[in-house]
């Protein structure tokens, strides 16, 4: 099993920058990647950033540009650095793990982050 612990969320002003963390413990030799999704009430979960072991990220459009996705030496730490936030960031952003054939296979319960003046 894999527990996954979610942090860095909070209330920010448009424009604003935020760092989200996300670590890993437990059986993490099973995880190849680790990412990033959004939800929002009444709208489908969206993804947001993932990064493998290897070092292959992915970004979503909407992402590219603002937000960066890295990995600590220790492959069990992922982080989401966000800057240049929009109302329309604002979600639960839940972290998620996997081997390489499912990265959605662990998730986290969420950080909050809200783009608000």
């Known amino acids: 099993q894999v527990q996954l612990v979610e942090s860095g969320g909070g209330l920010v002003q448009p424009g604003g920058s935020l760092r989200l963390s996300c670590a890993a413990s437990?059986?993490?030799?099973?995880?190849?990647?680790m990412g990033w999704f959004r939800q929002v009430p009444g709208k489908q979960r969206e993804r947001v950033a993932d990064?493998?072991?290897?070092?292959?990220?992915n970004l979503a459009e909407f992402a590219k540009g603002r937000f960066t996705i890295s990995m600590d030496k220790a492959k069990t730490t992922i982080y989401l650095q966000m800057n240049s936030l929009k109302p329309e960031d604002t979600g639960r952003y839940l972290c998620?793990?996997?081997?390489?054939?499912?990265?959605?296979?662990?998730w986290g319960q969420g950080t909050q982050v809200t783009v608000s003046s």
């Open positions: 998620n793990a996997g081997p390489y054939t499912n990265y959605e296979y662990y």
């Open positions: 437990g059986n993490t030799a099973s995880i190849y990647g």
């Open positions: 990064i493998s072991k290897g070092d292959y990220i």
